[in-house]
């Protein structure tokens, strides 16, 4: 076990924490609602909005995560832990496949957003895991020590359209 | 019996170290995630801001009625479940506790330290809470402000009254609507909120 989600999951009073960092626990139809309202009303700007705030939030969350286990110092042990949180965080399952410093190929087999999306709205025409591309992009810089923003993340399958797995690329910018 | 917080927070802690093999945590007939509230806030707040001037009214009305859809449906579930009849059903002994049990579960999500001050059956929902998260992430990110910025807490508190005084579900929804007077982004000591029958 790389690390002790017991004690990483913590409680003062009413507050919730990470890595030390204050978190919620918000169930499908929450963050399901906020991701169409913002792209009902935004078209791309809610999307692009929807990919920078989870690209932020992971990118400070997983540098607090190694901060805080500084053992971990191969890429192979951060791509495990980056994986290994997505999970015990309720997001869903990850697979880096194949990822490099230059960007590389990223595989989820199912995801909170892709069950919550298809719960409350059914197939989409378009690729939806925004939530999911931002936080890739957030961690993938954090783990090859890039500065915010430096990768960009296409989904060019998505299982919100019934595809059997959600197929990410990640690039450099 | 009073509403035991510390043993739905225990059981929403437990509970959520609990995954099954898709990586998803069912947890009081719900599909819950944890995730910083940097997140949430960043939605919201930038939301309001790419709205732009003048569109400030229709931001805040999306955000707030995003959330009490997603209030009433979350809560409708929560109360269905198999961890509420087991947890906090025993627990309550009258209509009215349910807004207990639901304020319970809310401060075990983490949303704030939610404390029903007043309710009045079929009319009126008071509730305060002086470290709600969304209040606490504007005025680090952006300081002060003129109105209340808790959109979250605001729709769920309407939703808890369309819950228990609207119409079955799911024909109850917006029956009842929250007002926010106080919020500590305005320099109050805590933020209130006041869900009181819809007007429309």
């Known amino acids: 076990m790389l690390i002790d989600w017991r004690s990483d999951l913590a409680r003062d009073g009413h507050r919730v924490f990470i890595s030390g960092l204050p978190i919620a626990m918000h169930c499908h139809h929450y963050n399901i609602n906020l991701h169409k309202t913002l792209e009902d009303t935004l078209r791309e700007g809610g999307v692009q909005l929807l990919y920078k705030a989870a690209e932020e939030a992971s990118f400070i969350g997983f540098q607090s995560f190694l901060n805080q286990y500084d053992r971990i110092k191969t890429i192979k042990s951060k791509l495990e832990l980056a994986a290994t949180i997505y999970q015990n965080c309720g997001l869903g399952i990850i697979h880096f496949k194949k990822v490099g410093p230059h960007g590389g190929e990223i595989v989820s087999l199912s995801s909170h957003h892709v069950t919550g999306w298809l719960a409350k709205h059914g197939r989409r025409k378009t690729p939806g895991c925004h939530f999911a591309r931002g936080w890739i992009a957030g961690v993938m810089a954090v783990i090859y020590d890039r500065q915010l923003g430096y990768y960009t993340v296409e989904e060019q399958a998505c299982k919100m359209m019934r595809s059997n797995e959600c197929i990410f690329r990640v690039m450099e910018n | ?200």
């Open chain 2, 1 to 200: 019996m009073a509403i035991d917080g510390i043993k739905i927070i225990h059981a929403v802690m437990e509970g959520s170290l609990i995954r099954d093999r898709k990586g998803i945590i069912p947890l009081f007939g719900v599909y819950l995630s944890l995730f910083f509230v940097q997140y949430y806030n960043r939605l919201s707040f930038d939301f309001e801001k790419k709205m732009g001037k003048g569109r400030e009214d229709e931001a805040e009305a999306l955000l707030i009625e995003a959330a009490q859809e997603c209030g009433y449906a979350t809560f409708h579930g929560i109360r269905n479940s198999w961890e509420w009849d087991e947890i906090v059903g025993p627990m309550i002994e009258n209509k009215e506790d349910q807004i207990l049990g639901f304020t319970a579960v809310a401060v075990a999500f983490g949303w704030g330290d939610l404390e029903v001050k007043e309710l009045i059956a079929k009319e009126k929902l008071v509730i305060q809470v002086s470290d709600s998260y969304e209040a606490t992430g504007y005025i680090k990110r952006h300081g002060s402000a003129n109105s209340g910025k808790c959109y979250m807490l605001r729709g769920v508190a309407g939703a808890f009254m369309d819950l228990l005084y609207g119409d079955d579900y799911p024909d109850g929804l917006f029956a009842f609507s929250a007002e926010e007077p106080l919020c500590r982004v305005k320099g109050d000591p805590y933020c209130e909120f006041i869900a009181q029958r819809s007007s429309y």
